[in-house]
């Protein structure tokens, strides 16, 4: 008996020691896009009061951390690339497994599709591999995987459960692959946001009657009614959102018969294609089709913010003390990817004006008098972006601010070949604007200090308070001078000459 | 089955045959190997049904009649003239022997029309009607017929026991590619319970990730290159490119083969079943009879036993000997292995498949065996007078070589699709080869990465390193399975994590059949 014991021992503590073996390989090898956005997500899964769940576009056009800026809304955004309304939704329920929200905005985007996967076999795992092996996620391969849907490379899903419940059986040969950061991974700071840094053309599109509807039942409408109903069974409130894209007319006609869901289940729905002066596509479209950049993904959020703060019970939470040190820290990370990964990474002037309209940034922008610019309607168009702001009507539609061009003297400047030079500052209660025209020295009150610029011939010299902060900065090519400062604390962040 | 379905299911039966009482494990077994077999498709369960009732029962009848015989011979012997006993022994033996023809008739009639309808019909122009090979029917067949021709020669009594017997033909691990089994050898072992051995098991476990990592991170990883050389249109590659495909070729089929018996092997040994071998390390052989006693052993025994001395010892084979011996004895000697040698090949090659590629592989094999069996005098003359040289390490190695370059010819006709091609591609590695035809990422342009060379580079130099060793004696899995259990488990999970980093799988992956199975 006593041998039997021995055995049984042994034998479990060798499965014991494989398995974990197992693990610890699986998790080194796997790629890591899922784990990276979900980890901080299940970290701390019970503090959310808001989720977002959807496709691309809502991980583009929806950042969680802005939200905390502005409005202390503890959100995460648990959309992933690709997904269908039917990964959506199977998302959704294994988040549900760890989080209680109060709120659960979904993103409407994909209700046309008649499918429940789409070719990407790597989206769907983004959407999935991170949430631990459950009855839920189980759940959500045998129902996602039980037809024929096949993949980009022709092949069987129903063929691929098996990578889904063991993601070694994708990754296992990534060991040849492998970079520091699979064994030291990186989770996301940005609570599931993701600035997508880029400026395109947008495609042509035009908004068609609302009373056009699509007229077929499809697969993504019929996840999004499982949706709206397992929330409301769970006692959260659902808001349905299309975000902003320039929509074609049969997106559209489905968008519009989103809306009639909505009230079938007495919930509200805000589609943006139809708000249409939230986002300006000619300067927040990432690609020419579908999604935002920053600049959208601020404008969005930032609208979205004041709409879940006036439409929803959701608590503050910059008064709540269990929240505010780890999320202020958590903020401060935030801040410093977006400094080191978006800004100093991204050394083209069409980008690095786009990420200024930020409410974490105050901008300098100095032109030279031959800047090539002033002929760049593209750039003339980013500049002004970077002083924009919303203000908002009571009946929940939104205007530009007071000017859709807040650089006013920036069209003299161009008409006379005059330098330029302008302050866009967010340090203060409010976002304040100078700039000058023709003026080889400026000298500007901001918010942490008077700012003064020397222009001799190709260099200039900026001084805050009467302490140098730049000496000599070259222009380029393009004749512009482009100072990312600190909103809070007005340090440069980054100088860039073009 | 995937390979890691088989294992699993080879570990969980295993877990499941020692928590039943001793006297049901048979059972057990047995109802493992038809799990098995019905979920590799329903289909074939009729016919292995079939073979193991048609030889189970001649095999009976066989029995009963030997039976009856020495009975009679017992009780009424003494009345009987010798011209009386010769006759009653005569009628057995006609009676015995429709009994057998009939019962192989009827088994390697089914295997004929499932293997090769479809070729025959090729060859008149009819429409192929899509039969589908059962598992393992060229196995399960040679393996009953060869035990129904024991009990016919009086080896051994016939199995009454119609489970055990069942088990026998179709205990599940040799049902994929073998090894064809002896009943006297293995008919014991699966019947008698085995207690659950901790070091067994252990053994078992490190032979299936030795077959593994020999599928899966060798033969797999090979293929791709082999595919592709070798189904591209003539011309598509140089000399050189063949030369490299044919040795690609030589190193999968082996690997693929072996792996997968290995595989069933440490299989069978859970359960406390040890199956007969099939290789033992075939490209060191020195010669092309030596090769062929080391690779796929039990197919090669089987003939030997059922084909090659039967046939050898046929009156007209012995009567052409004696002809024969009037102009040459020596070439009288040799000549029932020589045709003996040439039909067993010849069978071989049928056996791989009714298509002229195959036959000329079996003929090449035979008609070099038939050749070296005429002139085997002369070779052990030769290495007399030159003992020292034919003993030194470097003649072993040169015939080693010589074995391996012989072997790879055959190859070409093997893999090509016809012996046409097979031809031109040997023709090629003669008249076009240059080292020119690898260079510049040539080679990565065959269906192979950087990183699957590096992988196969590493994995073959293990692999030799380990038959090196097993020439020697030496038995690696005994050897950790004496060392510290901490040292044992560091040696199987880090064969695991080997097999599954390192091996060839998952739906990303082409994962490929045995290169054996369903034959």
Not at chain 2, 344 to 355: D, S
Request: proline letters at 3%; charged letters at 20%.
């Amino acid at each position: 008996m006593k041998r039997k014991l021995r055995r049984v021992l042994r034998g479990a503590a060798f499965t014991a020691l494989l398995l974990c073996v197992l693990a610890g390989v699986t998790r080194l090898v796997e790629r890591k896009a899922s784990r990276t956005r979900m980890t901080p997500f299940l970290r701390d899964a019970a503090q959310f009061d808001v989720l977002f769940i959807g496709d691309s576009h809502v991980v583009n056009d929806v950042l969680p951390m802005e939200l905390w800026r502005d409005y202390g809304i503890a959100s995460y955004n648990i959309a992933s690339y690709g997904n269908t309304m039917a990964v959506s939704y199977w998302a959704m329920m294994n988040a549900l497994d760890y989080a209680t929200p109060k709120l659960m905005v979904i993103g409407t985007m994909d209700v046309e599709q008649n499918y429940k996967l789409s070719g990407s076999s790597s989206d769907v795992h983004t959407a999935l591999d991170a949430f631990p092996l459950t009855l839920t996620k189980a759940r959500a391969i045998e129902d996602l995987m039980n037809g024929y849907a096949v993949d980009d490379d022709g092949r069987y899903y129903a063929d691929m459960k098996g990578e889904y419940y063991f993601t070694l059986g994708k990754y296992h040969s990534r060991w040849s692959e492998l970079t520091p950061n699979d064994f030291h991974p990186a989770f996301t700071s940005a609570k599931g946001g993701e600035l997508a840094v880029g400026v395109a053309t947008p495609r042509d599109y035009e908004l068609i009657d609302e009373g056009l509807l699509m007229g077929e039942d499809t697969v993504g409408f019929d996840y999004l009614r499982r949706m709206i109903e397992e929330c409301q069974r769970r006692g959260i409130d659902v808001l349905l959102t299309n975000l902003p894209y320039p929509a074609t007319e049969t997106q559209q006609m489905a968008s519009n018969a989103v809306y009639y869901v909505a009230q079938d289940y007495g919930v509200d729905y805000l589609d943006f294609v139809y708000l249409d002066q939230v986002v300006d596509y000619r300067c927040d479209m990432y690609d020419s089709y579908s999604h935002l950049n920053a600049s959208g993904a601020q404008k969005v959020t930032d609208y979205l913010g004041r709409y879940l703060r006036d439409h929803y019970d959701l608590p503050d939470r910059h008064e709540d003390a269990a929240y505010l040190e780890q999320w202020n820290a958590d903020y401060a990370e935030y801040l410093q990817m977006k400094h080191d990964v978006l800004l100093r990474a991204w050394r083209n002037l069409n980008s690095t004006l786009m990420l200024l309209h930020d409410a974490d940034y105050s901008a300098c922008v100095v032109l030279a008098g031959d800047s090539p610019l002033y002929a760049d309607e593209r750039a003339m168009r980013l500049l002004q972006n970077i002083g924009r702001s919303h203000i908002f009507e009571e009946d929940g539609a939104s205007a530009w601010s007071d000017a859709l061009e807040p650089l006013g003297a920036l069209f003299d400047a161009a008409a006379d070949g005059l330098p330029y030079i302008a302050l866009i500052d967010r340090g203060g209660e409010r976002m304040r604007i100078a700039d000058r025209a023709g003026a080889g020295e400026a000298s500007i009150e901001a918010s942490f200090g008077r700012l003064a610029f020397t222009a001799q011939g190709g260099a200039l010299r900026i001084a805050v308070d009467g302490e140098e902060m730049l000496t000599e900065m070259q222009l380029g090519d393009q004749r512009a001078l482009v100072l990312a400062l600190d909103s809070a604390t007005g340090e440069v962040v980054e100088a860039l000459g073009f | 089955m995937s390979l890691f379905a088989l294992t699993g299911y080879g570990l969980c039966c295993a877990a499941v045959y020692h928590l039943f009482p001793k006297k049901l494990r048979y059972l057990v077994l047995l109802a493992a190997s038809y799990g098995f077999y019905a979920a590799n498709g329903l289909a074939g369960l009729p016919f292995i049904l079939a073979t193991t009732a048609a030889t189970y029962l001649a095999a009976l009848r066989i029995g009963a009649i030997a039976a009856s015989l020495k009975g009679r011979l017992q009780g009424e012997g003494a009345q009987l003239t010798r011209e009386e006993k010769r006759r009653l022994r005569a009628q057995a033996k006609s009676r015995q022997r429709a009994w057998l023809i009939a019962a192989l008739a009827l088994c390697f009639g089914l295997l004929a029309v499932l293997k090769y309808a479809d070729d025959v019909l090729g060859w008149f122009g009819g429409s192929p009607l899509g039969l589908v090979l059962p598992l393992g029917i060229s196995f399960y067949t040679f393996q009953s017929t060869g035990y129904l021709i024991d009990v016919y020669n009086g080896k051994y009594p016939p199995e009454r026991h119609p489970l055990r017997y069942a088990l026998f033909v179709s205990f599940f691990p040799q049902l994929i590619q073998g090894p064809i089994g002896r009943y006297d050898q293995l008919s014991e072992q699966l019947s008698q319970p085995h207690d659950f051995d901790w070091d067994g098991s252990e053994r078992g476990v490190l032979l299936i990730l030795w077959g593994l990592f020999k599928k899966m991170v060798i033969a797999d990883r090979a293929l791709p290159l082999v595919e592709q050389v070798f189904s591209a249109p003539m011309g598509a590659y140089g000399g050189a490119a063949a030369l490299v495909a044919v040795l690609f070729y030589a190193v999968q089929q082996y690997t693929d083969f072996s792996g997968g018996i290995d595989l069933v092997a440490g299989i069978a040994e859970l359960f406390g079943i040890r199956l007969a071998p099939n290789f033992k390390r075939p490209y060191f052989s020195v010669s092309l009879g030596d090769f062929w006693r080391r690779w796929h052993i039990s197919l090669g025994s089987w003939m030997r036993d059922y084909v090659f001395y039967p046939f050898a010892l046929t009156r007209p084979v012995t009567a052409l000997s004696k002809a024969v011996k009037r102009v040459s004895a020596p070439l009288a000697r040799a000549l029932p292995a020589v045709l003996g040698n040439l039909l067993v090949f010849l069978l071989v090659g049928v056996w791989h498949g009714a298509t002229a590629n195959y036959i000329a592989w079996g003929l090449y094999n035979g008609v070099l065996l038939a050749i070296s069996a005429a002139l085997e005098p002369a070779y052990k003359a030769w290495n007399a007078k030159h003992a020292r040289l034919s003993a030194s390490k470097g003649f072993y190695v040169a015939r080693v070589l010589r074995t391996f370059v012989i072997v790879n010819i055959g190859w070409f006709f093997d893999r090509c699709a016809r012996a046409g091609d097979a031809l031109r591609m040997m023709a090629s590695v003669v008249t076009d080869f240059r080292p020119a035809q690898l260079a510049g990422g040539a080679l990565l342009e065959m269906g192979v990465s950087a990183v699957d060379l590096r992988v196969l580079a590493v994995a073959v130099a293990a692999l030799f390193a380990v038959s090196v060793l097993q020439e020697r004696g030496v038995v690696l899995r005994d050897w950790v399975v004496r060392r510290p259990m901490l040292v044992r488990w560091f040696v199987l999970i880090g064969g695991v994590v080997c097999v599954l980093l390192l091996g060839v799988w998952g739906s990303g992956f082409n994962e490929a059949a045995f290169l054996y199975y369903q034959f």
